[in-house]
């Protein structure tokens, strides 16, 4: 598969949005696959900057998988958090 800017951009947003935690599993997947594509910026202050155009597709699939991971995990906490709120409420009745 091949990205178009557009899917990279939206990749990077998505990433910049992530809480510290999750960046760090994409950090993870960018070190574990590294290659001479593209290189990992390490600020002491800013954190890791990494031109995604640069990234292989493979890598990027990897990344975009863990994505739909997180998505589908925090969905399933919040729904869990939202019936445990409902239990709550029918046991205080």
Known sequence: MSFTYHEIKNIQTTIEDLPICYQKGILKILVENKTKDYDIQDTEKKGCFIKLNNVPDAVLEKIQDYLV?????????????MEKDNLKQMLSL
Request: aromatic letters at 8%; charged letters at 30%.
């Open 69 to 81: 991971y997180v998505q589908t995990q925090e969905q399933e906490l919040n729904k869990m958090e």
